[in-house]
């Protein structure tokens, strides 16, 4: 399976700042994704992201505060914009991998907002 | 979108003893279901999956769980567990076709000693 190398794995950032979250893929694949979990909560969607297309959002998540690139078929970021102490989360990517409903996850970003 | 409940918020288990995590889904035509780890402060690790066919699922160690349309449920099962296995558990669903998986909240699994 795939192996995902998610940069940087944690982060303590003032408010109103931004944090840009990497993901490079070992191989190429197709559909990027990326979830948010909050401090004891379980994974939420934030949006798709193919390459060669806009990311797709999910409700509740805008492209003003997690704007997302998708240059290659092996990379991915997203920011987090104007941080605020509720933006605290563990941030994660995850590939789908050759349509066999693999899902692959990166080791996640622990984001920390004071 | 699918709704997916784990029942059980959290389970202590002794060790060498079995457990059961409950999860079910709203219903659809087509559905794949997962069961993913958690180990503290890493990511996400496949347990198993289910796409079709045989509606026991054997995944990696020792646990397997249960499709069952009628219920729409997909209950994981350990016959035996280790302090290993302590983590949290999600199970996860997706409409066949759609590629967004939508998670449970989660069960936080304490084996003791």
């Known amino acids: 399976s795939a192996v995902i190398s998610q940069k940087p794995s944690r982060d303590i950032c003032q408010r109103g700042t931004s944090l840009t979250i990497q993901c490079q893929v070992d191989s190429q694949v197709t559909m990027m994704f990326w979830y948010r979990q909050q401090p004891g909560q379980s994974l939420t969607l934030i949006a798709t992201?193919?390459?060669?297309?806009?990311?797709?959002?999910e409700s509740g998540f805008v492209i003003d505060k997690f704007p997302i690139s998708r240059p290659n078929l092996t990379f991915s970021t997203l920011t987090v914009s104007n941080m605020s102490p509720e933006d605290s989360s563990i941030y994660l990517c995850s590939v789908e991998e050759g349509q066999s409903y693999g899902y692959t996850f990166g080791s996640g970003t622990r984001l920390t907002v004071v | 979108a699918q709704s997916v409940t784990q029942l059980d918020s959290q389970v202590p288990v002794f060790e060498e003893a079995p457990v059961e995590l409950r999860c079910n889904y709203s219903s659809s035509v087509s559905v794949y279901l997962f069961w993913y780890v958690q180990y503290p402060n890493q990511g996400l690790q496949l347990l198993l999956k289910y796409l079709s066919g045989s509606t026991l699922v054997k995944g990696i160690n020792g646990f397997e769980a249960e499709f069952n349309k009628s219920q729409t449920s997909f209950h994981l099962r350990k016959p035996s567990v280790h302090i290993s296995d302590t983590a949290e558990y999600f199970c996860?669903?997706?409409?066949?076709?759609?590629?967004?998986?939508?998670f449970g909240a989660g069960t936080t699994v304490t084996v003791r000693a």
């Open positions: 996860a669903v997706s409409d066949g076709g759609d590629y967004k998986l939508s």
């Open positions: 992201a193919n390459q060669g297309s806009e990311a797709t959002y």
